[in-house]
């Protein structure tokens, strides 16, 4: 007999093993069998269920250990019945440790936290899901991921075998093909119909996951896989990790890239998911220093929204030109772009008018460059890919494991000569961007003493408050005003965004985020738009629960308010105004109270704060808050921009 028939056979005895009394009573059983239906009890008798105790280890013990094996320290569930004894071996035989179970609210949530985790951490954050209902609930969550090229890890409990499902809800929270929904938008999944292949699938998930380009993966954990006692006459085998080296890009290519590079008047990179690790923001500080380069790196609010917005390169070095990214794009003569997914639409510019128009950004001399590794994984359905760029090159490799080879074919490249003239090349970007920083600084004192609060001013009493601490923004933009205004120098400072820009990502993302900064005593920094909060604030109580320090401030504006630009700007094209595009988009009348919210949930909270001279202190007092190891909301009412 094999192992799935036994682990079959074992549920059969259980679900019939019903004590009946007297001998009608056994004939009756004996006849409904062979009808195929099951039969009242008689009125007289008392019918009892015999629990069947497992002996030895149960399938899920062998998956904690299979888990346990690949380094997870949390994982992160919404309780349901299909993992129910994976969720058992966790707390009991793994002693809820390593990984220890982090309780949410709401798949979408559990997902976005291992989000938001692993862009702090580097590492991945696995979540269980219940079923169908779970897996469509964490969808979106797990599209943010994909567009994102996060490894988030998915194990998806389901019921195959249509005969060992309970009648009634477990049938429509089972499926054939559990990872069909969302497999468009995954890496790699597997449903693996023994223990032994779930071990191998498990660690195979992982490697998949975590090799770039990275991506969202899939395991299912058939229940009767969990539930069953392992009755395998051969042992089971916990498959060894082995992390599969990045790609880079070929040898011969990259050679002839540092030789345009040498060579150029203007050379610019221009980077987006590049820095998976503090490794990749000092490579690539280490070539635009050796080059005098400009850099732009695709923050949201401060160039089209083109990119992931990860932290890339320092904000205040004299090389970034982030700040006057239009007039740097317009002077390169050599544009590269470094694991960008939207090429296209950094070297044009697109006109949303009621015909819409595109032309380029670039110099009509321009050499255009990428160096990236998404086109190693492509898919057709889902439009993540944005609009094909022509280019002159295009590398494929991974960004950051390709740096240092570039960079040591742009040093035996580089003569005397050409380092004369990148010095000077470097003195004028530095002065550029200097000014381009001083007009932000001019710009930030308009309305300063608004009410309600603008966005500049918000950020600037938020870096008042956190500048001497080790800070790491990790979720939030604030329309740009942070990465104007604070001195991002470190990898983990800045988190990025969604990716597939779904809302509801900011807060679980954050809290992921404050997770893994936990450990490293960072202070967790969260900029936090009221609508996206209001998708699943469930997360509150989670971070309550787990103890999870961050600080998060309302960015109140009681709209979905880039939604009501879209609606000004088509009551102005159809000449019918503006004054009804609240219509829709506010979230007001009533006002949510952000901070009875959060205290209902287990969080210190104040305001709302119209006042910006309430601003600092407000946040001092919620700061020696999350220092004490809580998480702290201050509700702010914010000017729309």
Not at 33 to 57: C, D, I, L, M, Y
Not at 105 to 134: C, D, I, R
Not at 185 to 202: C, I, M, N, R
Request: hydrophobic content about 40%; proline content about 6%.
């Amino acid at each position: 007999m094999s192992q799935s028939d036994e682990f079959s056979s074992g549920r059969r005895n259980f679900l019939l093993q019903a004590a009946a009394t007297g001998a009608a009573s056994a004939a009756a059983t004996t006849v409904a069998a062979a009808q195929g239906t099951t039969p009242a009890p008689p009125a007289t008798a008392t019918p009892s269920v015999t629990e069947v105790r497992t002996e030895g280890r149960a399938g899920s013990d062998y998956m904690v250990d299979v888990i346990k094996s690949l380094g997870f320290e949390y994982i992160c569930a919404n309780p349901g019945s299909s993992f129910r004894g994976l969720h058992e071996s966790i707390i009991n035989y793994g002693g809820n440790s390593k990984p220890e179970l982090i309780t949410c609210l709401h798949e979408e949530s559990s997902v976005a936290m291992a989000h938001g985790y692993f862009k702090a951490e580097g590492k991945p954050l696995p979540v269980m899901a219940h079923g169908t209902v779970g897996i469509q609930h964490a969808s979106m969550a797990v599209y943010n991921a994909w567009c994102d090229r996060v490894p988030v890890y998915v194990i998806l409990g389901n019921t195959l075998d249509a005969t060992m499902r309970q009648p009634g809800v477990e049938w429509v929270h089972s499926v054939q093909d559990a990872a069909a929904m969302v497999r468009d938008y995954t890496k790699w999944d597997d449903s693996p119909v023994s223990l032994q292949h779930f071990g191998e699938s498990a660690v195979r998930a992982y490697k998949m996951a975590m090799t770039p380009p990275s991506g969202p993966v899939v395991i299912v954990a058939d229940t009767e896989l969990q539930e069953q006692p392992i009755h395998s006459e051969r042992p089971l085998v916990i498959p060894k990790l082995t992390p599969t080296s990045p790609p880079q890009a070929e040898a011969g290519a990259v050679t002839e890239l540092a030789r345009l590079l040498v060579e150029a008047e203007q050379p610019l990179f221009i980077a987006d998911r590049l820095a998976r690790t503090p490794a990749g923001l000092d490579r690539l500080v280490e070539l635009a220093e050796l080059l005098q380069a400009g850099v732009v790196s695709t923050i949201p609010n401060l160039m089209p929204p083109v990119g992931a917005g990860r932290m890339n390169f320092p904000t205040r070095h004299p090389l970034n030109q982030t700040f006057r990214v239009n007039a740097a794009i317009a002077a390169a003569d050599v544009v590269v772009g470094l694991e960008i997914s939207n090429f296209f639409g950094a070297t044009n510019i697109f006109v949303d008018q009621v015909e819409r128009t595109t032309r380029p950004a670039v110099r009509p001399d321009a050499k255009l460059v990428t160096l990236n590794s998404t086109d190693l994984i492509q898919k057709s359905n889902y439009q993540d890919f944005q609009r094909y760029a022509a280019v002159n090159m295009a590398l494929t490799g991974d960004g950051e494991a390709t740096l240092p080879s570039l960079i040591e074919a742009v040093r035996r490249l580089l003569t005397d000569q050409r380092k004369s003239a990148i010095e000077r090349r470097g003195k004028a970007l530095a002065e550029a961007s200097a000014a381009a920083r001083e007009r932000f600084r001019v710009d930030a004192a308009h309305a300063w003493d608004a009410s309600p609060i603008s966005t500049a001013r918000l950020a600037a009493e938020i870096w008042e408050q956190i500048r001497k601490e080790d800070w790491s923004l990790v979720s939030g933009g604030l329309s740009g005003w942070p990465v104007r205004l604070w001195d991002f120098t470190k990898h983990y400072q800045h988190l990025g965004v969604s990716g597939g820009s779904g809302i509801g990502y900011g807060a679980p993302a954050a809290i992921g985020g404050a997770l893994a900064n936990r450990k490293y005593g960072r202070l967790s920094v969260n900029i936090q738009n009221d609508g996206d909060l209001m998708y699943a604030p469930g997360v509150l109580w989670t971070a309550a629960h787990h103890r999870i320090p961050v600080l998060t401030i309302m960015n109140n504006n009681r709209a979905y308010h880039e939604e009501m630009m879209h609606i000004q700007r088509m009551g102005n094209r159809r000449n019918r105004g503006v004054d009804r595009a609240h219509i829709g988009n506010e979230i007001d009348n009533p006002g949510i109270d952000y901070a009875k919210l959060a205290q209902s949930m287990g969080w210190y909270a104040e305001g709302p704060i119209s006042n910006p001279r309430d601003i600092g202190p407000a946040l001092k007092r919620a700061i020696a808050i999350v220092k004490r190891g809580e998480p702290a909301l201050v509700d702010v009412m914010v000017q729309s921009r």
